[in-house]
């Protein structure tokens, strides 16, 4: 199919064609449901949509975030961890944010600053996180959670910190909301994953070294919820 085929179906000019394709112009939803319906292919038009849509603020730089403190950034999430009926964490790493004491929070916080070289604000940081993380004690949620073996033998902060820290995912576990699996590492049956969250059905954030990453794409949220893991 040519352009000026595309656009005689769709009911365009045949320059928007051209300038959609060139990236000059941005498609409307209804410019990439018209698209689809012209190639016969109504079923990509909802991940387009997504994708187009997240295109330009899919990535967060952390430095840039984090440029002010990291007790901002955990603040910044709480509406989303508030209103997630469902959240699903799969962690290759380090313990999962909401599963974490404060002395782990503040000893894993205050690497990540010294790393990025931005502000250290780590204890004021660790208290905004447990404070976000008293959602798994509220009940109407459930918190089904994936952590890789390493994670428990993976030190952070002091010998104390981690003790406190192994003692408190016991408890925690034991919550009606929290259903806590752990993948022996002969057992995987994969390469770990990147560190990523589930919010509901809707949407998935992802953990890499430098940057945040949300994805709300329906085909990619559906990998996730299809994991292996």
Known sequence: MTGQQLAELAGWQGSKVSRLQSGRSQPSDEDIRAWCRACGAEGEAEDLIAASRQAHHMNTEWRRVQGRGLRGVQ?????????????RVYSSSVSP???QTRAYAAALLS???????TPDDSLAAADARVERSRIVRRGGRRF???IEE????????STETMTEQLGYLLQVAALPSVTLGIVPSP???????????????EQVGVELLTAAVT???P??????????R
């Open 187 to 201: 057992v995987a049956v994969m390469w770990p994953l990147e560190t990523f969250t589930l919010f509901d059905t």
């Open 75 to 87: 603040e910044a999430r709480t509406p989303l961890y508030e209103r997630t009926k469902v959240m």
């Open 219 to 228: 085909s990619e949220v559906a990998q996730y919820l299809a994991s292996p």
């Open 215 to 217: 994805i709300t794409t």
């Open 97 to 99: 944010g909401m599963l």
């Open 150 to 157: 390493s994670v428990l033998g993976r030190q952070v902060g």
């Open 144 to 146: 089904p959670i994936l």
């Open 111 to 117: 690497e990540i600053a010294r790393f990025n070289r």
